[in-house]
């Protein structure tokens, strides 16, 4: 789509350009940044009236058919007991006919009384006659019903490699792929549709550019179809999932895909699961089940064949790991193929949870922390009961990262987390809940500061995906994608920062979401 000139006046604009740090005009044309502070007067001229512009907003680990997808299921986001779960989905079960599948997503047991997951009777005897799948707030556990067991035939009592199977109704990890193979498969147009809700959502909220952390073919056909539709708003860095062993060796033989909105040149891996369902590897067993040290998803052999792939292909390996266990297991494998500083710029995914030997190792291979600093604003309240007060201060070291020079990519793993970046940004330079719970921060050691925060969701995470020379910053050349601002986030009280409004979105000079700004 050709994009119209114009000049962007009487505003506050921060570059991020060390030459201009900030300027009060800007302008665009053919989808790039044009000139600063020389407004041409023969384009069109938008009148900012004050309001702050800044790059755009790159979201750099998000799951855009997910969100789409999930917009649609039974939202259990926030729920406070089992019993107003089994309504919801009872309610839902109202609205089908028998064998039909309920899907659901959002649940969290540390919301509930006790904290523990449900036991098997719960949702069996509300709905008998249709199998349940309701997937938990951090995508690594499932709650299944007795009509989920009956049509997949699942044996609860097998053992499963990464995985494990609780009360007879919870999958954690690799347990939940029993069921998934047996879900419906969702044409091709109805992936377009998610995606397109997904992609549109994203630019309401003023994200430019998301890095979707794991794609199926299905969602790379769907996502180009979309682009040469001129239907994708924003932009798409593309991982493809490291289990799509066939198609992984096709982009391996045929190379890295790149077009102007959509690149694909990463793989992503997991190797652990989460803290929210104890899967996430950790060193020491959890705090709250003594028995229970998380666990591993792959081989070493397994990582290691991926891994060989990626470096003799120049493919950029991004890989899941939350836990200390986990993380060490991936730089365990990542140092055997990044020797030294290089820029392979391989990255960890979440990095949630890290010991002082390993920041010390992602800095002597340059590999990038890809984080989301809402997972730690969300998980701070139940975190000590869960590790313990020994192991706390290994939680999202955004700081100590940054102090010894390791790229932070920043993101939010929506539809884990809302995919909103002022949220992410307000966590980062907080790490309080909207409440402004804890005073001055949870392990407030770790706060980044105001541009420290702005900059791992634009140039860091322009940077992670080799983008640097040409998205991040507001320069001249640069590619034109802005997120325009109520408030300048870098400069007022943080309850503020959660109440800035999204004015517009810029993506290659096209205005793609626009709240009165004109």
Same mark, same amino acid.
């Given at each position: &789509? ?30 790039? =940044? ?91 005897? =509300? ?5 349940? #799948? ?8 499932? @709650? ?20 494990? =199977? ?47 952390? @794991? ?36 982009? #391996?033989?045929?190379?890295? /895909? ?78 055997? /193929? ?13 990095? $949630? ?54 790229? =932070? ?16 940004? /307000? ?9 402004? #719970? ?6 407030? $050691?770790?706060?980044?500061?105001? &541009? ?13 995906? #080799? ?52």
């Amino acid at each position: &789509m050709k994009s119209e000139p114009i000049n962007f006046v009487n505003g506050k604009i921060i570059t991020l350009n060390g030459s201009f740090p900030t300027v009060e005009s800007i302008t665009l044309k053919n989808g790039k =940044i044009y000139s600063l502070n020389n407004p041409n007067r023969r384009f069109k001229t938008i009148d900012l009236n004050g309001a702050v512009i800044i790059p755009g907003f790159i979201d750099a680990h998000f799951h855009i058919k997910n969100l789409g997808q999930r917009l649609e299921m039974v939202d259990l986001k926030g729920v406070k007991s089992q019993r107003e779960i089994a309504e919801l989905v009872y309610q839902k079960s109202k609205e089908l006919k028998p064998g039909d599948w309920i899907e659901g997503f959002g649940w969290d047991q540390n919301l509930w009384d006790g904290s523990e997951f449900p036991e098997k009777d719960v949702l069996n005897s =509300i709905c008998p006659n249709n199998p349940v #799948f309701l997937t938990r707030i951090d995508g690594h556990s499932a @709650w299944i019903n007795q009509a989920t067991i009956g049509l997949t035939k699942l044996n609860i009592n097998a053992t499963i490699p990464g995985g494990t =199977i609780i009360n007879e109704c919870i999958l954690i990890d690799n347990a939940m792929n029993e069921v998934k193979k047996h879900l419906p498969e969702p044409s091709i147009n109805k992936i377009k549709q998610w995606i397109s809700t997904g992609a549109n959502y994203a630019a309401k909220n003023g994200i430019t550019n998301v890095h979707d952390a @794991w794609q199926s073919p299905e969602i790379v056909e769907s996502i180009i179809e979309l682009v040469q539709e001129e239907k994708m708003p924003i932009k798409c860095y593309g991982m493809i999932g490291a289990s799509f062993k066939d198609y992984l060796k096709d982009f #391996f033989d045929k190379g890295q /895909y790149s077009g102007k909105q959509y690149k694909i040149r990463s793989v992503k891996a997991f190797i652990d699961g989460a803290l929210g369902s104890r899967g996430a590897a950790l060193h020491e067993p959890y705090s709250d089940d003594h028995c229970n040290c998380g666990l591993i998803l792959i081989s070493k052999e397994d990582f290691d064949e991926i891994a060989s792939l990626c470096y003799n292909n120049n493919f950029q390996l991004c890989t899941h790991a939350i836990g200390d266990r986990g993380n060490q297991f991936v730089l365990d494998t990542y140092q055997k /193929y990044l020797k030294g500083k290089n820029n392979k710029r391989w990255r960890v995914e979440h990095a $949630q949870m890290l010991t002082t030997n390993d920041i010390q190792r992602l800095k002597e291979c340059s590999i990038i922390a890809s984080m989301q600093p809402s997972h730690c604003t969300s998980d701070m309240k139940w975190l000590k009961d869960r590790i313990g007060e020994h192991r706390l201060h290994r939680i999202s070291r955004w700081k100590t990262l940054l102090e010894n020079d390791i790229v =932070i990519a920043g993101g939010s793993d929506c539809p884990i987390e809302e995919g909103n970046p002022l949220h992410e940004y /307000y966590a980062a330079v907080t790490r309080q809940d909207h409440d402004g #719970f804890p005073k001055g921060g949870w392990q407030s $050691q770790e706060l980044l500061s105001r &541009m420290e925060a702005l900059k791992i969701f634009t140039t860091g995470a322009a940077f992670a995906e #080799f983008s640097e020379n040409f998205r991040g910053i507001i320069d001249i050349g640069y590619e034109a994608d802005l997120t325009i601002l109520s408030d300048d986030i870098t400069n007022i009280s943080p309850d503020k920062i959660l109440k800035t409004q999204i004015i517009a979105t810029v993506v290659n000079g096209n205005i793609v979401h626009n709240n009165n700004l004109y």
